[in-house]
């Protein structure tokens, strides 16, 4: 047995009182992220601005401070990027996640603090794998290394001094180093830029290392996986890596990528680990090798707040904390954090599978989305574009709908559209090039996913005949104001 494996096994399999405080006193747990929180606020910008000094409770900090989105806190973030300190968070912030955009910018910038960093999201990771380890008694994850796939990150363009990046590489950029000898491939190829040039790096230098996990977004890492068996003349991962036994994934959903990863592992060995590692934290792991909801992570310096779904939908922005929900029922999460966000809305939406402990799943996004392969496309997106498209190609839209078709061995990974016009353009093909475009320029994520045609492939538009929608809605008995066309779905 390696020694590297047989001491990091028993570190992980012992390490977890932070484990036990999260699932015997949760509630104390998130009190007293609430204090220090609040405590290390209360001399910067925001903190001044609704007076922590004199908050001593969760109702004041609820009455006080407002519900915030992205863009009514990034005056503040903007100003932390130009370099300003004590603004959201006490200190100087260099670090900022870049995401997809909302509906007034093409990308977010999240601010990532070094408290954040380590005691957010490197504790959440060592989280990981203490629970993986303690269902997994003999495993032998620590005797190879683990592929992880990370985006890239560049210094900002209103201050070089501020980097920002996804958080993958932000992660990977400032890992420690006894994390950063367990992973491959190394940094410089790991942060390169241009995701075509990357993904064939990433192939030929892992093919022949002993991989014992896989670490990332489902999709891509199929790609690279399918590029790897390609230059092996393998069919199945068995034949390469042996040794494989464990998949953590987040980001998008699994489901549809289940079967295309039985299909090229052929093996019982390999466990699918799921974890909720967003670029504003790590907020929940999966804590049980047979059940795929998370543990909610409530001692790693975020402090949660819940909208029940339905009042959210309603403009009813009336956040509840921890103890009173229930289970079954879809909350939009509302997070603060030890890197400036306050009563931050994130977008997505979460069911609680268990209040003891408190576990939940991902159940979507507070809008109509289309995120299954990282894009994070929101109807905002599709509104704009195809206004534009429109306006390009003297067309018009009256009805429209958009899904994915999921990559496999005979479809390539695309959105597929259907598009009822009241004036059809004289160039379908055209139409279909310029919304394509448009998508690039307004959302940052799709831009990358439509890179080379790598991941995701151009959109197929059907055109159907005028009255489809109608038809279809009166076949669901959904006529009437309050029914609406599901604009994207997931």
Avoid at 12 to 21: E, G, P, T
Wanted: hydrophobic share 35%; aromatic share 12%; proline share 5%.
């Amino acid at each position: 047995m390696s020694y590297v494996n047989f001491i990091l096994r028993s570190y992980f399999q012992n390490k977890n009182s932070n484990i036990r405080k999260i699932v015997n006193e949760p509630l104390l747990c998130q009190k007293n992220c609430f204090h220090y929180l609040v405590k290390a606020a209360r001399h910067t910008v925001w903190g001044k601005k609704y007076n922590y000094r004199q908050l001593t409770s969760y109702r004041q900090f609820q009455e006080t401070v407002p519900l915030n989105t992205y863009e009514s806190i990034y005056p503040y973030i903007e100003r932390m990027i130009k370099g300003e300190r004590n603004v959201l968070w006490r200190g100087k912030v260099r670090m900022f996640s870049k995401s997809s955009g909302t509906s007034g910018s093409k990308s977010k910038f999240i601010p990532v603090s070094l408290e954040s960093l380590i005691e957010c999201n490197y504790k959440g990771g060592k989280d990981t794998l203490s629970l993986y380890a303690q269902n997994r008694p003999d495993t032998r994850l620590f005797s190879g290394k683990t592929l992880s796939l990370s985006g890239s990150m560049r210094p900002s363009e209103l201050n070089p001094k501020a980097i920002c990046g996804d958080i993958s590489a932000l992660l990977i950029k400032y890992i420690p180093d006894w994390a950063n000898h367990l992973r491959t491939p190394p940094k410089k190829i790991a942060l390169i830029d241009g995701w075509n040039e990357k993904l064939e790096l990433f192939a030929q230098h892992t093919k022949n290392e002993n991989i014992t996990g896989l670490a990332g977004v489902p999709s891509w890492i199929l790609i690279i996986l399918k590029r790897i068996l390609e230059i092996e003349g393998k069919e199945t991962l068995d034949s390469i890596w042996p040794n494989l036994e464990l998949f953590m994934h987040g980001g998008v959903n699994f489901t549809p990528y289940l079967p295309q990863y039985k299909e090229i592992t052929h093996t019982d060995k390999l466990l699918f680990w799921q974890i909720y590692n967003a670029s504003e934290g790590y907020f929940a792991t999966q804590d049980r090798a047979y059940a795929d909801d998370m543990l909610l992570l409530l001692n790693n310096g975020v402090f949660f707040e819940f909208i029940p779904f339905n009042d959210f939908y309603n403009h009813d922005f009336h956040a509840i904390p921890l103890d009173e929900v229930k289970e079954n029922v879809n909350y939009a999460i509302v997070i603060s954090t030890n890197a400036g966000l306050w009563r931050y809305i994130i977008g997505d939406v979460i069911q609680f599978t268990s209040l003891n402990p408190y576990r939940i799943i991902i159940t979507g996004r507070t809008t109509h989305f289309i995120n299954a392969f990282g894009e994070e496309l929101i109807v905002d997106n599709v509104e704009k574009a195809l206004q534009i498209t429109c306006e390009k190609t003297q067309s018009l839209v009256s009805e429209y709908t958009a899904a994915p078709v999921y990559l496999d061995n005979h479809k390539k990974a695309c959105h597929e559209w259907l598009i009822e016009f009241e004036t059809p353009p004289s160039d379908l093909q055209i139409f279909t090039d310029i919304l394509d475009a448009e998508l690039m320029k307004i959302n940052s994520d799709y831009e990358v996913k439509r890179s080379f045609d790598l991941l995701l492939h151009k959109p197929i538009i059907h055109q159907v005949p005028q009255g489809t929608f109608i038809q279809w809605m009166a076949s669901k008995g959904k006529l009437g104001g309050q029914f609406k066309v599901p604009r994207l779905s997931n």
